[in-house]
C-alpha cells in the first residue's frame, strides 16, 4: 500500500535550529569534526573515550545520543580551469582526477523526548500510525534545560582537543532550491547534497530508495556482541614484532569499510532509578526460576553482576544500538557488500545480523530527529562505557587552507591532500621554526620526496638554494629554469665572496661569513685560532673594503685581497707592533697562495660573472665531483652559505629555503658546524627555513655542535622508510626525541602499501605535536622530473635534445610511456 510522504513523514518542522517531531520530540544536530584516521596513539583513544562517557552523562534523562556518520563513495575532481599552474601541477591534477575515496560526514544528533512519551517497538512505530499528534505542549523552561545539557556536551567534548562540532542551523537541516537538507538527503539517501531528487522507498524484500538497493546489518542483540571492547584495537597491517598500531574499536565500520554506507550509533539514556529498579525485579524473578533451568541461574548472575557494576562502581546503565546501512545501485553488488561488512564485524570479533523483518522501523528511526522513535526492543543494555567504544572515532585526512604547503596523498586512498609543513604549525604554536630534518636510507625515496618538496615550493613564490652530492635535481633544475653549478676540470666552479653588489655596504654578517672562509683557507682542523688572529682579520677586512670604497676602478675578489695583505697590511702590521706569534702573517700569505692569481685554485675565489645571484630562485649547487676533496669541498659549502646569508639579508618578506644533502664531511670542520649552527638559529627572523638531508643519523651527530643544533632547531622531522634499523631504531628514536607513538607511525611506513599503485610513504612529525604518515605519489611527468634513476635521466635528456625543451620532452616521453612504446624498465616505475 502506497502513502504519501505528507501523511507520514515524523518530523512536523525546523523551529529554532531544532527539528520537532510530531511525537514532541525535539532535536539538535551537531556536525563533527573527527581526528584524521592513523594519527591517534593509544593513550589518546583513551582520553578520547573518557571524553564521550563525560560527555554523554551530562545528558537529561529520556534522552537520545544518535551519531550518524556518512561515508560516501567519491572521485576527486580536478581543476583545470587555473591557468597559472605550471606544467607539473597541471599533470599532477590530471593523474589524480577520479580517485576513488570515501567522503566523511559526521553529524551528532541530541533528542530529547517529553515525558510520558511511550516507548515505541517493532510493532508501535510511527511508520505504522495513521495519525501522529504530540502528546503535551512544548514547555520553554523544559527546552531550555535540554539546551543548557547540550550546551555542556559540546564543551566536554570540544575541551578534550579531539573534536569540533559546528551546530547546524536551519538552513543546513531544510532544503533549497539548489541544496537538499539533512532530513531528505536520509530519506533519499542522496551521495550529493546540491542534487535534488525525489525517490519512492521500498520496503520489500530490502530496503529500496530509488535505483538505490539497500541493505541494513544491526549490532542489537546482546548475543552478537564481542567479547571483549575497548577504546582500541591492533592493526596488524601497520603493526610490527616491536610496535603494535591502533585504530579506533569500530574503525573497521567507517573509513576502513570501502562503500557507500551509513554507520549508525544510538545510545538511549532513561530514568537511572527506574531501570535500577526493573533490573532488580527481574534479579527476583530470575532467582526463583533458577532451581528449574540452568539458564535462568546463568542469567540471574549476569543481572547481579551488572547491578553490582551499576551500583558499586557508580555506572550510568543505558540501552544502545548499532547499524550500518549499505547501498548500492546494482544489487548484483549486495553479496559483496554484505561480505565486506561481515567481514568488519568479524574483526571486531561481532556477529553480523541482516536485519529483514524489522529493518523499515529501525530505518526510519534514523531519520533525523526521528531517534526517539527507535523500536527499544532491538536494543542491549549496557554501560556508557562499553557503549561509548562502539563509537566511530576517526575521519580521512583533511588538507590545509593555507596557501603555502606540499600536495602529498591520503594514506588509506592516496586522495591529494594538501599539506602545510611550514606556516600554519607556526602560527598554530605547534612549531617555533620551519626548519626540517630529513632521515632516509638509500633507496627510501629521500631525494624524490624532496624533489617534490622544493618543487611546490619554488611554485609558490621561494627562493632556494640547494647544496647537492649525486645530481638528484638536475632534471628539476632544468625544468624550471634555474642555475646548475656542477664541477669538472674544464668548467670549475667560480665564486666571489669579496663581491658587494651596488647599494649595499660591508655589514657584521658579510665580514663574519669571510672571515669563516679565510679560516678555513688557512687552519687545520687541529690548528687552534688564538683571538689576535681574529682581531687581524677584522681589521685586515675593514680597511681593505675601505680602499675599495676609494679606488672604484679596484674589482673586488680574492686576487685583491691578497695583493692587500700582502703589499698594505703587512705594514700595518709592524706599524702597530704587532707580533709574529699573534698574527703571522708569512704563513697566512703562504698558506692562502694557492687561491691567488697563478695558484692551483685560482679560479675559485675570483668569479667575475654569475655575481648576482640574488634574483635567482632556483640555484643548485652540485658538489659530487669535489666531496672528497680536503679543500675545495667544505670551501665550496661555506661559500654556498654565504650565497643564502646573502638572501636572507637582502629579500624582506619573501621566504627562502637552504636544503643541504649529503654535506657532512665539511660539518666536521669546527668552523663550519659552528656556521650551520648560526644559520639554523637565524634563518626563521627573516622568513627562511633551513633543511638537511641525511641517510645516517649518525653523519649528524659526529658534530656535537651541530648535533644540539639541527636536531633540536628542526620542528619538523621527516622520515622516510627506516625497517632496515627497526631493531636497533631506539637509538635513532632517542636522538630525534620521537614519543612512542611517533615510532609506532615510523616503522608502520610502507608496511602496507597498495600493489596497484606506485608509491613511498613518509612520516612527518611537527614540533612532537602532530606526527602523520602521507603517500608520496605523483604523475608520470612528475616522476620523470624528479627521477634519479642513471637509465631514465638519460632518456629523460635524450627526449629533451630531441624536442628542443625539457617539459617538451618529459611530455613526450611520459606519453610514450603510457603508450608502451618505451623499454619496460621505465614502465615499472618506483619512486
Known amino acids: 500500500m502506497e502513502k504519501q510522504w505528507h501523511e507520514i513523514l515524523p518530523i512536523m518542522g525546523v523551529e529554532h535550529d531544532c527539528i520537532l517531531s510530531r511525537q514532541g520530540d525535539i532535536t539538535l544536530v551537531f556536525?563533527?569534526?573527527?581526528?584524521?584516521?592513523?594519527?591517534l596513539s593509544d593513550q589518546e583513544y583513551e582520553a578520547f573515550h573518557q571524553a564521550w562517557i563525560k560527555s554523554i552523562k551530562v545528558l537529561p534523562r529520556h534522552s537520545v545520543f544518535h551519531k550518524q556518520d556518512w561515508f560516501i563513495d567519491s572521485r576527486y575532481q580536478a581543476n583545470f580551469n587555473n591557468d597559472n599552474t605550471s606544467f607539473l601541477s597541471r599533470t599532477s591534477e590530471r593523474f589524480f582526477n577520479e580517485r576513488p575515496f570515501l567522503q566523511h560526514t559526521c553529524y551528532i544528533l541530541l533528542t530529547q523526548k517529553p515525558a510520558g512519551r511511550k516507548p515505541s517497538s517493532s510493532i508501535f512505530s510511527n511508520l505504522l500510525r495513521g495519525f501522529l499528534v504530540p502528546e503535551e505542549t512544548l514547555n520553554p523552561a523544559l527546552l531550555q534545560g535540554f539546551l543548557d545539557s547540550a550546551?555542556?556536551?559540546?564543551?566536554?567534548?570540544?575541551?578534550?582537543?579531539?573534536?569540533?562540532?559546528?551546530?547546524l542551523?536551519?538552513?543546513?537541516?531544510?532544503?533549497?532550491?539548489r541544496r537538499m537538507g539533512l532530513i531528505e538527503r536520509y530519506c533519499t539517501l542522496s551521495e550529493r547534497d546540491d542534487t535534488f531528487l525525489v525517490k519512492d522507498i521500498t520496503f520489500t524484500e530490502d530496503i529500496q530508495?530509488?535505483?538505490?538497493?539497500?541493505?541494513?546489518?544491526?549490532?542489537?542483540?546482546?548475543?552478537?556482541?564481542?567479547?571483549?571492547?575497548g577504546p582500541r584495537i591492533n592493526y596488524d597491517r601497520y603493526s610490527t614484532d616491536r610496535t603494535k598500531f591502533s585504530i579506533g574499536f569500530a574503525s573497521t565500520l567507517g573509513q576502513l569499510l570501502p562503500c557507500n554506507h551509513v554507520y549508525n550509533q544510538y545510545i538511549f539514556l532513561e530514568d537511572t532509578r527506574k531501570v535500577i529498579r526493573k533490573l532488580e525485579s527481574k534479579r527476583l524473578r530470575l532467582q526463583s526460576l533458577?532451581?528449574?533451568?540452568?539458564?535462568?541461574a546463568l542469567a540471574r548472575d549476569a543481572t547481579n553482576d551488572f547491578l553490582n557494576e551499576a551500583v558499586g562502581q557508580q555506572r550510568l546503565p543505558v540501552k544502545a544500538h548499532l547499524n550500518v546501512l549499505v547501498w548500492t545501485d546494482n544489487k548484483e553488488e549486495l553479496k559483496d557488500l554484505k561480505n565486506l561488512v561481515s567481514s568488519a564485524l568479524a574483526q571486531m570479533d561481532a556477529v553480523a545480523k541482516q536485519e529483514t523483518v524489522g529493518a523499515p522501523q529501525i530505518f526510519w528511526a534514523g531519520i533525523p530527529g526521528n531517534e526517539a522513535d527507535f523500536p527499544m526492543n532491538d536494543t542491549f543494555d549496557t554501560f556508557a562505557e562499553q557503549a561509548t567504544c562502539f563509537l566511530n572515532l576517526e575521519t580521512s585526512y583533511r588538507s590545509s587552507v593555507s596557501p603555502v604547503g606540499i600536495r602529498l596523498g591520503d594514506r588509506l586512498t592516496g586522495k591529494p591532500v594538501h599539506v602545510d609543513i611550514s606556516d600554519e604549525p607556526v602560527k598554530k604554536g605547534v612549531c617555533t621554526n620551519r626548519n626540517k630534518f630529513i632521515l632516509g636510507p638509500s633507496g627510501s625515496g629521500k631525494s624524490f620526496f624532496t624533489n617534490?618538496?622544493?618543487?611546490?615550493?619554488?611554485?609558490?613564490?621561494?627562493?632556494?638554494v640547494l647544496v647537492d652530492v649525486g645530481h638528484s635535481y638536475k632534471g628539476l633544475c632544468d625544468l624550471v629554469g634555474g642555475y646548475y653549478f656542477t664541477y669538472d676540470e674544464k668548467n670549475p666552479i667560480r665564486f666571489n665572496p669579496f663581491f658587494i653588489s651596488e647599494g649595499d655596504m660591508l655589514d657584521t654578517e658579510k665580514k663574519e661569513s669571510i672571515k669563516t672562509l679565510l679560516l678555513a683557507l688557512w687552519k687545520k682542523d687541529n690548528e687552534t685560532l688564538n683571538r689576535s688572529e681574529y682581531v687581524a682579520l677584522s681589521s685586515a677586512l675593514q680597511l681593505y673594503y675601505e680602499k675599495l670604497g676609494k679606488h672604484a676602478g679596484l674589482f673586488p675578489g680574492f686576487n685583491s685581497f691578497y695583493e692587500f695583505m700582502r703589499d698594505e697590511f703587512v705594514v700595518t702590521l709592524t706599524h702597530d707592533k704587532v707580533k709574529e706569534k699573534d698574527f703571522d702573517i708569512g704563513n697566512f700569505l703562504y698558506v692562502l697562495r694557492p687561491?691567488?692569481?697563478?695558484?692551483?685554485?685560482?679560479?675559485?675565489l675570483n668569479a667575475t660573472e654569475n655575481l648576482e645571484l640574488l634574483k635567482e630562485r632556483f640555484i643548485v649547487f652540485e658538489l659530487d665531483n669535489i666531496k672528497d676533496h680536503p679543500i675545495l669541498f667544505p670551501v665550496v659549502t661555506i661559500i654556498i652559505m654565504e650565497v643564502f646569508i646573502s638572501k636572507m639579508r637582502k629579500l624582506r618578506g619573501i621566504r627562502k629555503m637552504i636544503l643541504i644533502e649529503e654535506a657532512w664531511k665539511a660539518i666536521a670542520r669546527e668552523g663550519m658546524a659552528e656556521y650551520i649552527r648560526y644559520l639554523f638559529k637565524t634563518v626563521r627572523k627573516f622568513y627562511g627555513e633551513a633543511i638537511v638531508v641525511t641517510q645516517e643519523v649518525e653523519d649528524i651527530i659526529s658534530s656535537p655542535v651541530v648535533k644540539q643544533t639541527i636536531i633540536h632547531n628542526s620542528d619538523c622531522k621527516i622520515l622516510l622508510d627506516q625497517s632496515k634499523y627497526q631493531n636497533r631504531f631506539g637509538q635513532i628514536q632517542e636522538l630525534l626525541g620521537l614519543t612512542e607513538k611517533e615510532k609506532a607511525l615510523v616503522l608502520s611506513v610502507n608496511k602496507a602499501n597498495d600493489p596497484t599503485k606506485k608509491y613511498k610513504e613518509v612520516f612527518i612529525s611537527l614540533g612532537g605535536m602532530l606526527s602523520k604518515v602521507y603517500r608520496t605519489e605523483v604523475s608520470p611527468e612528475e616522476y620523470l622530473a624528479y627521477t634519479t634513476e642513471e637509465t631514465e635521466k638519460v632518456k629523460v635528456m635524450q627526449y629533451a635534445h630531441k624536442y628542443g625543451d625539457t617539459q617538451k620532452g618529459i611530455?613526450?616521453?611520459?606519453?610514450?610511456?603510457?603508450?608502451?612504446?618505451?623499454?619496460?624498465?621505465?614502465?615499472?616505475?618506483?619512486?
Open 452 to 464: 617534490h618538496l622544493v618543487r611546490s615550493y619554488y611554485e609558490q613564490g621561494t627562493h632556494i
Open 595 to 604: 687561491y691567488y692569481r697563478g695558484g692551483e685554485f685560482d679560479y675559485l
Open 151 to 167: 550546551g555542556q556536551f559540546r564543551r566536554i567534548l570540544e575541551d578534550s582537543g579531539f573534536v569540533k562540532l559546528t551546530r
Open 290 to 296: 533458577a532451581a528449574y533451568s540452568r539458564e535462568n
Open 31 to 39: 556536525q563533527a569534526e573527527l581526528p584524521e584516521i592513523f594519527t
Open 811 to 831: 611530455a613526450a616521453l611520459a606519453r610514450d610511456m603510457e603508450a608502451g612504446t618505451v623499454q619496460d624498465k621505465l614502465k615499472d616505475r618506483t619512486i
Open 169 to 177: 542551523k536551519e538552513e543546513g537541516l531544510l532544503s533549497h532550491r
Open 209 to 229: 530508495v530509488g535505483a538505490q538497493h539497500a541493505q541494513l546489518y544491526t549490532l542489537g542483540d546482546a548475543a552478537d556482541l564481542p567479547a571483549l571492547c
